[in-house]
């Protein structure tokens, strides 16, 4: 037992007492799990608010709020519009991630390192730097009458900023824990570098690319800054409507789409799990 | 068909930095002909290997299968296929999917694929396992697996890449005679890569050993045993006693400056000469007093093998050991005769 | 040897050329979408940015084209705009501090914890992590108010006895910012803890060192390298956020991110939204290289 280690230095060595450790531990834990906690639970609770007004304490329970924001034209289309956006980014961005990543793992590229930092310093880039950066460079765009400033496209490629590298930082990982013999027991067998791509190294490592492909879900679904910048009322997601709709006035309908935005997440999440399982289920017995 | 050897090697030298793995090595497999590149580790077999299969390709020289020129072909261009170290099966895919994996890649139709898969699995005894994953099996099962997936295919040759030195002794012994029926009853040709000598020697056509990336001697495997072309050939193969002797004036004295009495064949010209006698081959007791070269030791220690003891002795400078099964027991400090027939006795410089 | 060693001409068959030319291109065909989202829609748009913000702005237009660097003098000496500056870097800097602290103890506490806990933490250290920025901001603006949670827990608790309100002040601004960049913090210091054998502790703990003893001497130096990542990770993403301080914080509260956010938007400056976003990308990318350069110096004493 570690702590017991701690505890028994303490009074050996004469400064703290086991039990003033042990007190600090436990107000440092109820601590950390209140501050993570209060968001979670102030969000939960106001959902099923009857009042139209935000304050505490809450008088009547109801779902009146939950019909309000599925009958309401505006909310529902903005979590369509997040969906459309969450669902594109994770394609582009698990596409071009993955194959980039394993490119990294396979071949020798010249100038891997540039490639590397050329890849990953979206990543580190605040959102209000990238979302300016493509609203000056795709402003004025126009592609045979199709406007690409505001559209959803540009939204699913900016928020590929973020979901790309990080896909492409996942998958790198988990390409090294492949065994290459694998790889080169394809090739020995007659497999095409892309027939081994897709038939030997993308079902090894099922669980990397859903769960990056997930990860790059939950941004973009998230995601609210560069959406800010980058779109117009038709296209303006959930987080851009809810960011709106505080400046203006709360109301427990914002509630109300924090719990729903955050049940799409842990849908996901579940997902990951399940297939996890699945996978070590076949090929760990 | 052609009449074309399965496989040729012709000049072929590999180098990584500053090492050269594989030196100037030729070589030629017959149809049907299983040849072993025996070697320490690090000696160039499994770069050879390699190449052969087409995960590096060499500087220079030429590789030809069935007479074609591969040397600058990838690997799912060859007709080969390796039975790799730890099988290499592919987790995801149960049995009868990695069997399949080499057919479907060479587009071989349904029916005769599915014919195929059933007789490999049956060759390697394991009908009925089809729908296992690889993590369901054992290591003998799993070599057998991979086995059977490249047999499949009927490749002009096969490439074992030391295929059994993951698996406990036992095993081994099992699949290697399994190995080595199936090449009798199939005909196939294969290059073996061991550092097991009596893999080697058990399953072989011809043996080819190598050392610091140069082939040093390629015949069959009794040949290789009884008459090594080097030094390290005889000390690699088989065990063997070494004593380090001067010779001046014809006479033959120990690294003390003690006079050995031993006959030598053709006496070597003055200087430093090391002897070797094979264990197997010295005898002890009543039966060295025929023998054509006898020195008399001391008992230095024994050790207890089973169905022999193998006893070390130790004459002046000299040290040598035998294995005597017959009744008389020996203990450490006790004098004997040893003896070898001039014959059994190699010399090197 | 001359003869062994010489060359054999390639006789190359135009099946073994075609291999040949697939295996060289196809990295750069597997990359092609990866560096044309990172070159097309990163690089190209950066540079733009840069000329972007040495352009003339006129009222009622987004941009003039012209070459002035006005924009930048006018970052440098305006007032406002200087405070904003050195208001972001002392929010991000506190902000960063408290979230190493609060997560090293975490993650130290994940640590030491038995196994049986540890998957019931990290599930909850993943929550800021997993849900949107402005789900939390909103939590916390329930939270804070007159009418929020905390007060009516303080005043029906009987602590209190007037209803009082954190809203919009520097401290809910903080709380909001450390809340989103801990569980960057905790993972990254966990990992590394992770990789300390826990005997580590013991030992120190058996040749009679203090608790913070061995903290100092021991797990300090195997963790430095996890605690600057986390750190720099916090520092650049409080630096670069204008949400949270400007939904939390009072009105005076001008991080860089807001004031980028209010020329773009709200004044339609587009050049001297650009010349503040220069001004944080460098930013961002000095402390990114003066963390990997501390990172090398102490990586090589380890080596």
Redesign the interface.
Known sequence: ???L??E???S?????QPAF?KAV?IA??IF??G??????V??L??SFNDAN?????INTWSLKWYRDFLGSAQFTGALLNSLIVAIGTTI?AT???V??A???E????PFKNG?YL??M??L???????G????????GINIFGFQLYGSRLLLM??H??WA??LV?MLMEATFRTI?H??V??????????L??FF??VV??V?TGIISSALFAF?IS?????MA??LTDRDTQTL?VL??LS??SA?TPR??V??VI??CA??AC?TVIMVWYIR?LR???? | MTTAPALELDHIRRTYGLVTAVDDVSLTVAKGEFLTLLGPSGSGKTSTLRLIGGFERPDSGEIRINGRRVDHLPPYARDTATIFQTGALFPHKTVAENVVYGLKMHKIDKAESEKRVKDALAMVRLTGFEQRYPAQLSGGQKQRVALARSMALRPAILLFDEPLSALDLSLRLQLRAEIKRLHDELGFSAIYVTHDQSEAMAMSSRVAVMNKGHIVQIDKPDIIFHEPKSEFVFTFIGESCCLPVTIRNGEVRDKSGEPVDLKLARPPAAGEWRLYVRPSRVVMGEAAAAAENRIAANVAFAEFLGDVYRYHFKSGALELFCDYGGPERFQPGDRCVVGWDSAHMSVFQ | MTAVTETHAPVLTTEARRARRVERLLPWALMSPALVISIIFFGIPMLLMLRMSFNEHAPQRLYVPGFTARHYVQLLTEERFVNAVWTTMKLSLVASLATLIIGYAFAMLVWLKPARWRLAFIGLALCPLLISEISIIFGWWMFFPKNGLLSYALTSAGILSDKISLMYTEFAAFVGLVYVTLPFCFFILLSILDGIDKRLIEASGDLGAKPLTTFREVLLPLTWTGILVAFAQSFIWAMGTYATPSALGPDTLWTMGYLIQEQMLGKSNWPLASAFSMILVVAVAVVMMFTRSLNARRTSFHA
């Open positions: 037992m570690p702590e280690a701690v028994r230095s303490g050996r060595g004469g400064g703290f450790l531990s440092f834990t950390v799990v501050y993570i906690l209060i968001p979670i102030v969000t609770i106001m007004m935000i304050r505490f304490p582009i596409t071009s991630g194959l980039a394993w490119a990294f396979r071949y020798p590229i490639l050329i890849i310093l979206p580190f880039m605040p959102g209000v730097v990238l300016l950066g493509v609203a000056i460079a795709f402003g490629i900016a590929s900023l790309m590298p492409f065994d013999r694998i080169e027991a394809s090739y020995d067998l007659g497999g095409k570098p027939q081994t038939e030997i079902p090894s099922s939950v679904l998230n995601e609210f800054v800010l910048f987080p809810m960011w505080l400046r709360g914002l509630a789409s924090a935005l955050a997440v842990f999440l996978q076949k090929t760990a017995r």
